[in-house]
């Protein structure tokens, strides 16, 4: 059933440590691979052919529009897990359908088929059609492919890679956290991949074709002390290659699982109030999802629903405070490299240098605004339309050295980690929880805290801002998936140390004198 | 609505592929849903949409190994290398000797009752009817909201799914089913750039058992008006009366605790606590899978087993957990059902005002943002909106506060249920009363 739209964020895992924005040298050869699996594919496997998708288009237009798009699209899902020391389960499934869109202004009509025959997309097409009342308008005659970067290449296809390469890996985690600490009692780790390929025809005259890996390794830890039990995870992954899924990689995972659910003995949920705030660098990012991301929405903004509709170039922040959201980050799982309407991806600034720019739009939102589509128009599947999304979601780096930020700080919180967060557009009111972080006093790190929902508000946290570390980090796992509308799309972030001099932390007890 | 002779057949071509293929058992579901949507926005239509999916999901017990596989690609031909892949895939596992298909002792005793998990009324709902709906909703939250209006967006949504479940050990299962969603939101111009965003909405089998769509819509209005200058104000300690559909919120985090995977993976602050009283005697929670048209009835659960109404809590004694087949085996107990049907706290006898009355100065909390639950500890921190009542009456509207506590206490601060269970879930809870919560702020 779909949900009532509200501005979550769903599961996230934690960030590495490691620095960010390191660029891998890659050798030349595997953008044509990679290319040259990807076009054709639906052509040769379902006889989906230009003059097929012409038709389909010319129904979805039968009753005019301002134009229309089909979205095909061929997943394949596995996932093996571990539990009780056994690779003992596995899922998996094959999902193929398309999409066919019809727009007229700010109105969408809609009907998907899992079934690619003629009959049944120009069905779908029609039900598409009936969003608009005028006369026939037809499809552009001819096709071009956009030139499209690749920030995900494949030198092999996941599809190809077995069961049995997967099963080592797994275990090795299994193995690794147990020999850590005799602490730990329970272990599960699991292994997910998928595949997407896509094909976005658009009734102008684009043609734009995907092939969008996303994985991912994670593990969960329970440690039991003197009869009381914690548990935490991590993950790594995004929209990598096989062959990122390294020996290094599984002990590193064992490493951060164990250490985070131990840590978790020694901390307390922190005072109820408001305090200065440190966020750490990387997954806290999902900072800013909420705070402004969201706000940021173009579809939100032409609505008058959210809280920045009428700030584009007021200032918001300090001069510092650079916010970015970008598709092109290599490997990221919020990277596209296409959005899927078929506008190509790239960075948009959203804050530069405090003062607010742009805002995420789709074609219909960039339409209303008389702006270029700024490739943020996604969707969770040919199941669903699209709609303006983010893409990963960061701060630049400042000046500021994240020990002085830390020392600056007489009496607050630091956040290393969180799990979720959710925000209220409108109000600009938004919430995340923190699972990992520590108390400042006297500008020291102290007891480690866990379990606390903190809470702001966008524009105000945004002035707040005061100090801006050079240590931006990018979250570095496959599990970030943002909700908007009933609709799931893998997104990142990342942040730099920075300070914020005033949050609302939910802490247990009324805070002391 | 007759269940045609295609999916049974289709699911008994598995069966036997899937025998063929080596397989010792197999579990094959068929699933077969339509969907129709219609939104309005600015008095016409913003996004019209409808589609059929369809997708068969086998489960393979293979060797002492397990794996399951689903897929949207039913050419006969498809299917059958489908079947025997998975068996294939599934070899390459580790074995796990507690996996099989339930014993058949469970799957008898279904019940015969008509649920009406179908809404009679479901097939003659046209798409004409759909739009008035969408424009009823609208019109009433407009008016309602007058000139504070800087936006109303109003859905209406249904879905019609049919389900064929086989095992090769007996177990034989169809179901039809409808859900029928209507709703309705606003957004309002406050103080400042602030524009609250408030909704309402109703969930149930048929169109016909939810409230009118100008009531919906009207509600919508005073909601998001209830939103209106939401401030925070001192922490402080009081009672709160958590509104009758947002309990979930809270409950989850003890709910999930229940679950057989959390307790067999030592995830759960519940694990020994069988038996042991863990809240108010107001706390009780029923699990009852046969309420008519109830959203989450069914005759048969998860594994096929005849479901029955079950006592989980009782006056704050925890009775049951949620176990499943396969974590039965696991944990060597007997199983009980794997997840919840319809789960109900029965209602008090007062109303909420009485309630408010009674207690002089309080929180309504009408919404709740962000937060989470340790399943470890039992401890969560949530964010909170609502509305500050003294003397009875409300004074103001508050926003940016935040409660936080442990499950194992918690529960023995609920000291009354009001008169007024949302059915529009399949969580039936009315509004609940807690006493000496502290809600921080400033």
């Known amino acids: ?513 | 609505m007759i269940m045609s002779k295609e999916m049974i057949d289709t699911c008994e071509m598995v069966l036997k592929t899937a025998k063929e293929a080596g397989a010792a058992d197999c579990r094959v579901a068929f699933n077969k849903s339509r969907y129709v949507e219609v939104k309005y926005r600015e008095r016409k239509p913003e996004n019209v949409s409808e589609a059929a999916t369809r997708s068969i999901n086998i489960e393979i017990f293979v060797d002492g190994r397990y794996s399951g596989q689903g897929t949207s690609d039913l050419r006969k031909e498809a299917l059958k290398s489908f079947v025997s892949d998975t068996v294939k895939s599934a070899r390459l596992l580790e074995q796990d000797p507690y996996r099989s298909l339930p014993d058949p002792k469970y799957y008898k005793g279904r019940t015969k009752t008509d649920l009406q998990i179908l809404d009679p009324g479901y097939n003659s709902i046209t798409q004409e009817e759909r739009h008035a709906m969408a424009k009823e909703l609208e019109d009433a939250c407009l008016t309602a909201g007058g000139d504070k209006v800087i936006s109303v967006s109003t859905q209406v949504y249904d879905v019609f799914n049919e389900e064929t479940i086989l095992t090769s050990n007996g177990f034989s299962g169809e179901i039809q089913s409808s859900v029928c969603f209507t709703f309705a939101e606003m957004t309002a111009q406050d103080e400042g750039d602030r524009r609250p965003n408030g909704y309402n909405y109703a969930v149930g089998r048929g169109y016909t058992k939810l409230p009118s769509c100008s009531d919906i819509g009207k509600e919508a209005a005073s909601r998001t008006m209830d939103l209106m200058g939401g401030k925070k104000i001192t922490t402080e300690t009081l009672p709160i009366i958590v509104e009758n559909r947002n309990v979930g919120s809270v409950l989850s985090g003890f709910i999930s605790a229940m679950s057989g995977t959390a307790l067999q993976q030592k995830r759960s602050f519940l694990l020994d606590k069988k038996g042991e009283k863990l809240g108010s005697d107001i706390f009780t929670l029923i699990d009852e899978p046969h309420i008519i048209g109830g959203l989450g009835s069914r005759p048969y659960d998860g594994d096929g087993f005849a479901t029955k109404k079950l006592s989980m809590i009782e006056k704050g004694v925890l009775n049951e957990y949620f176990i499943d087949w396969y974590r039965s085996r696991k944990l060597g107990i007997e199983p009980t059902t794997g997840g919840a049907s319809n789960l109900v706290l029965p209602p008090g006898k007062r109303s909420v005002a009485e309630i408010m009355k009674d207690l002089g100065r309080g929180i309504l909390i009408n919404g709740f943002i962000g937060g989470n639950s340790n399943s470890n500890t039992g401890d969560f921190s949530i964010g909170i909106t609502g509305k500050l009542f003294d003397k009875g009456k409300f004074t103001q509207n508050v926003a940016e506060m935040n409660i936080a506590g442990n499950h194992i206490e918690f529960w023995n601060k609920l000291s009354e249920a009001a008169n007024d269970p949302w059915t529009y879930s399949s969580l039936r809870t009315p509004s609940l009363v807690f006493t000496d919560v502290v809600v921080s702020g400033i």
């Not at chain 1, 699209?73 to 899922?91: C, M, P």
């Not at chain 1, 080592?168 to 193995?175: A, G, I, M, S």
């Not at chain 1, 020999?179 to 997910?192: G, P």
């Not at chain 1, 914690?230 to 929209?239: A, K, P, T």
Request: proline fraction near 4%.
């Open chain 1, 1 to 513: 059933m779909k949900t009532i739209g509200r501005r979550d964020f769903l599961k996230a895992a934690i960030a590495a440590g490691g620095a960010a924005g390191v660029s891998r040298i890659i050798p030349g050869a595997w953008l044509e691979s990679a290319r040259a699996a990807s076009p054709g594919f639906f052509e040769s496997e379902f006889g989906i052919t230009e003059a097929l998708c012409r038709k389909v288009l010319d129904k979805a237009l039968s009753k005019g529009g301002d134009f229309a798009d089909l979205y095909f699209e061929h997943t394949i899902s596995n996932y093996v897990g571990l539990e009780d020391g056994k690779v003992d389960r596995a899922f998996g499934g094959i999902d193929l359908g398309v999409g066919i869109r019809t727009v007229k202004g700010d109105q969408t009509g809609y009907g998907f088929t899992q079934e690619l025959t003629e009959e049944s997309m120009l069905a779908a097409a029609s039900t598409a059609a009936g969003i608009a009342d005028g006369s026939a308008k037809t499809a552009a005659r001819k096709y071009i492919r956009p030139s499209i970067k690749n920030y995900y290449p494949l030198t092999s296809l996941l599809s190809d890679v077995s069961l049995s390469s997967k099963l080592p890996l797994v275990k090795r985690v299994n193995e690794k956290c147990f020999a850590l600490s005799n602490l730990v009692i329970k272990v599960n780790v699991t292994f997910h991949d998928q595949q997407k390929r896509v094909l976005i025809v658009a009734s102008d005259g684009v043609k734009a074709d995907d092939i969008l890996p996303l994985n991912y390794i994670y593990s969960s830890v329970v440690a039991e002390k003197d009869g009381r039990q914690e548990r935490s995870s991590w993950n790594f992954g995004g929209r990598q290659e096989f062959s990122y899924y390294t020996t290094d990689v599984m002990d590193k995972l064992a490493d951060e699982a164990v250490s985070r659910a131990i840590i978790l003995f020694d901390a307390v949920q922190p005072p109820a109030g408001e305090m200065p705030v440190v966020l750490g660098p990387g997954i806290t990012g999902i900072l800013l999802h909420e705070a402004i991301g969201h706000g940021m929405e173009a579809d939100f903004n032409r609505k008058g629903v959210s809280t920045y509709a009428t700030m584009i170039g007021k200032k918001v922040a300090e001069p510092f405070v650079n916010i970015i959201d970008n598709g092109t980050n290599e490997r990221q799982l919020g990277s596209i490299n296409v959005d899927d309407e078929g506008t190509v991806s790239q960075r948009t600034n959203l804050v530069e240098k405090g003062i607010l720019t742009g805002y995420l739009h789709d074609r219909i939102s960039a339409k209303h605004y008389n702006v270029n589509p700024t490739g943020s128009g996604r969707r969770q599947s040919y199941q669903y339309y699209p709609i303006p999304r983010m893409r990963n979601t960061y701060m630049l780096a400042g000046d500021a050295k994240p020990e002085d930020i830390i020392k600056s700080v007489k009496s607050g919180i630091y956040v290393k980690d969180m799990s979720n967060g959710q925000v209220k557009i409108g109000e600009g009111d938004f919430a995340f929880f923190v699972s990992q972080g520590h108390m400042i006093e006297d500008g020291k790190l102290t007891r480690p805290i866990k379990d606390v929902n903190i809470m702001g508000n966008g524009p105000k946290m945004l002035q707040n801002i005061t100090m801006v570390a050079d240590d931006l980090e990018m979250y570095q796992g496959g599990t970030g998936r943002c909700g908007k509308d009933g609709q799931s799309v893998p997104v990142s972030f990342g942040l730099p140390t920075c300070l914020v001099k005033s949050m609302t932390v939910g802490g247990i007890q009324e805070q002391g004198a």
